[in-house]
C-alpha cells in the first residue's frame, strides 16, 4: 500500500525490517492501539533522543547525583525524569524562563546564565557530582564532576562550515581525558548496530509516555523557510519543546 500525505507514520528499528514495506499484521495491531493513545506528533520527536538519554544514563546506572547541561532541552527533559525515576539526585541548568519547569519535574534549578553557575551547581548538588550530562562540548562542566565520575557527551557545537570536522576532533580530545573520564555517546551509530537494542528502547519510552509516567518533549512545527537562521540550522525551542521542521 503506497503512502499519502497524513498517513501516520511509525518507525521500526531492526535487522530484518528496518527497510521493510511491510509489517505483520499482529505488529501493525498492537502499533494502532499505542497510537490511538497519544498524539502522534508527539510520538514523531522520540525516536533519536530517547534512545540518546537512555544511553546517556546507561554509561553510570549507579550515579547518585547528576549534572545536566541544558536541562530544558529535548534530550535533558527525557534524561532528568528517567534519572529522578531510578532515584538520582538531579541538578540542571536551563535558562530563567524554564525555571518553572524544571523545578515542576524535581529537578534542582541552576540558571545557566549567572556568572556563578559552576559554585551553583556544587552547592546544589551537595558537592562534587557523579555525572554530568553536555551537549555542547563545554569543557567547563568538568569542574563538577568527582575524580572517578564521567562526563558523558552528547555533541558538540562546531564551527560554521566545519560541524562535522570539529565534532570529530572533538572526540577525540575527550577520549583522552581521565579523573574525570570522559564518554562520548552517538545515538545514530548504536540505532545501526545495535537495532534490537533501539527497539526495546524505543517501545519503553513509548509505553512510559502513553502511560503518563514520562513527560516527552512538546513539538512545534515550522517550516523549512524558517529552520535556517544566519546559515545554521535553528536549534533553539522554548523550554520543554522541540523544533519539527514540516515539508508540504
Same mark, same amino acid.
Do not use: C
Given at each position: 500500500?503506497?503512502?499519502?500525505?497524513?498517513?501516520?507514520?511509525?518507525?521500526?528499528?531492526?535487522?530484518?525490517?528496518?527497510?521493510?514495506?511491510?509489517? #505483520?499484521?499482529?505488529s501493525?495491531?498492537?502499533?494502532?492501539?499505542?497510537?490511538?493513545?497519544?498524539?502522534?506528533?508527539?510520538?514523531?520527536?522520540?525516536?533519536?533522543?530517547?534512545?540518546?538519554a537512555?544511553?546517556?544514563?546507561?554509561?553510570?546506572?549507579?550515579?547518585e547525583?547528576?549534572?545536566?547541561?541544558?536541562?530544558?532541552?529535548p534530550?535533558?527533559?527525557?534524561?532528568?525524569?528517567?534519572?529522578?525515576?531510578?532515584?538520582?539526585?538531579?541538578?540542571?541548568?536551563?535558562?530563567?524562563?524554564?525555571? @518553572?519547569? &524544571?523545578? #515542576?519535574?524535581?529537578?534542582?534549578?541552576v540558571?545557566?546564565?549567572?556568572?556563578?553557575?559552576?559554585?551553583?551547581?556544587?552547592?546544589?548538588?551537595?558537592?562534587?557530582?557523579?555525572?554530568?550530562?553536555?551537549?555542547?562540548?563545554d569543557?567547563?562542566?568538568?569542574? &563538577? &564532576?568527582r575524580?572517578?565520575g564521567?562526563?558523558?557527551?552528547?555533541?558538540?557545537?562546531?564551527?560554521?562550515?566545519? @560541524?562535522? #570536522?570539529?565534532t570529530?576532533?572533538g572526540?577525540?580530545?575527550v577520549?583522552?581525558?581521565?579523573?574525570?573520564?570522559?564518554?562520548?555517546?552517538?545515538?545514530?551509530?548504536?540505532?545501526?548496530? #545495535?537495532?534490537?537494542?533501539?527497539?526495546?528502547?524505543l517501545?519503553?519510552?513509548?509505553s512510559?509516555?502513553?502511560?503518563?509516567?514520562l513527560?516527552?518533549?512538546?513539538?512545534v512545527?515550522?517550516?523549512?523557510?524558517?529552520?535556517?537562521?544566519?546559515?545554521?540550522?535553528?536549534?533553539?525551542?522554548?523550554?520543554?519543546?522541540?523544533?519539527?521542521?514540516?515539508?508540504?
Amino acid at each position: 500500500m503506497r503512502p499519502r500525505a497524513g498517513d501516520a507514520r511509525v518507525d521500526r528499528v531492526d535487522r530484518r525490517s528496518r527497510n521493510g514495506r511491510r509489517v #505483520s499484521a499482529p505488529s501493525a495491531a498492537r502499533l494502532r492501539h499505542r497510537l490511538r493513545r497519544r498524539r502522534r506528533r508527539i510520538v514523531a520527536t522520540l525516536p533519536l533522543d530517547a534512545v540518546t538519554a537512555r544511553l546517556v544514563l546507561g554509561v553510570r546506572p549507579s550515579a547518585e547525583r547528576i549534572f545536566v547541561n541544558g536541562v530544558s532541552g529535548p534530550v535533558g527533559l527525557l534524561i532528568a525524569q528517567l534519572a529522578l525515576a531510578a532515584g538520582a539526585t538531579v541538578v540542571g541548568t536551563a535558562s530563567e524562563r524554564g525555571r @518553572e519547569l &524544571v523545578e #515542576s519535574l524535581g529537578v534542582r534549578f541552576v540558571d545557566y546564565a549567572s556568572g556563578t553557575w559552576i559554585d551553583d551547581v556544587l552547592a546544589a548538588g551537595g558537592g562534587p557530582l557523579d555525572v554530568a550530562v553536555d551537549h555542547r562540548g563545554d569543557a567547563s562542566v568538568r569542574a &563538577v &564532576v568527582r575524580p572517578g565520575g564521567v562526563v558523558v557527551r552528547t555533541a558538540f557545537t562546531g564551527r560554521p562550515g566545519r @560541524e562535522r #570536522s570539529d565534532t570529530a576532533l572533538g572526540a577525540l580530545v575527550v577520549a583522552a581525558r581521565t579523573h574525570p573520564a570522559e564518554r562520548v555517546i552517538s545515538s545514530p551509530a548504536v540505532s545501526v548496530l #545495535s537495532p534490537r537494542r533501539t527497539s526495546r528502547i524505543l517501545a519503553e519510552t513509548v509505553s512510559a509516555v502513553a502511560a503518563g509516567r514520562l513527560r516527552a518533549p512538546r513539538p512545534v512545527l515550522i517550516d523549512p523557510a524558517e529552520a535556517i537562521v544566519d546559515g545554521r540550522l535553528r536549534s533553539s525551542a522554548a523550554a520543554g519543546e522541540k523544533l519539527v521542521v514540516r515539508f508540504a
